[in-house]
């Protein structure tokens, strides 16, 4: 499982950071960013947290 978010869609609310930090940061310009390659599996439940969590639907989580 990967995540992405979309920079256009990001609304920069911190809650996807604040749900799962080992996946998701804010960057200098204020909007969410995913690490890059997969997430790892012990971590995989908060990162469905954090997409569900998202006010803007901005995560994508897929393969």
Same mark, same amino acid.
């Given at each position: 499982?990967?995540a992405?978010?979309?920079?256009? *869609?990001?609304?920069?609310?911190? *809650? ?10 804010? *960057?200098? #310009? ?10 790892? #599996?012990?971590? %995989?439940?908060?990162?469905? %947290? ?5 006010p ?8």
């Amino acid at each position: 499982m990967k995540a992405y978010v979309d920079d256009a *869609t990001c609304i920069g609310c911190e *809650t996807c950071p604040k749900v799962c930090p080992e996946v998701f940061h804010m *960057t200098d #310009e204020g909007i969410a960013h995913a690490i890059d390659g997969k997430i790892p #599996e012990d971590v %995989q439940g908060k990162a469905e %947290q954090a997409a569900e969590s998202c006010p803007v639907e901005a995560i994508d989580l897929g393969d």
